[in-house]
């Protein structure tokens, strides 16, 4: 019973609302900010993107060939130590 009073209160307290009515110049001041919004030139996004590539790529590169050095640098390293039996 009270369960059910409680549901008739809750769905009759919208009773008194009035729609609300938006501003008439609403619609026009945001299609005016989205037709004025900062967009950036395609030039300035195809240099990121190429600026982008290029790192990556020195990246790989850089990785791969420090690669080689390290292992002939451990090699060297090994070899030393073999010889003397000395690791300090």
Not at 14 to 40: A, C, W, Y
Not at 56 to 81: G, M
């Amino acid at each position: 019973m009270e369960t059910e009073k409680w549901i008739n209160e809750i769905l009759n307290s919208t009773n008194g609302m009035t729609k609300v009515v938006p501003d008439e110049m609403l619609f026009s001041k945001i299609q005016n900010k989205i037709r004025h919004e900062n967009t950036l030139p395609n030039p300035w996004i195809w240099a990121a993107a190429a600026s982008f590539a290029v790192l990556i790529s020195l990246n790989i590169k850089f990785v791969f060939s420090n690669s080689d050095k390290t292992n002939s640098q451990t090699e060297l390293l090994a070899s030393s130590i073999t010889k003397t039996n000395q690791l300090y």
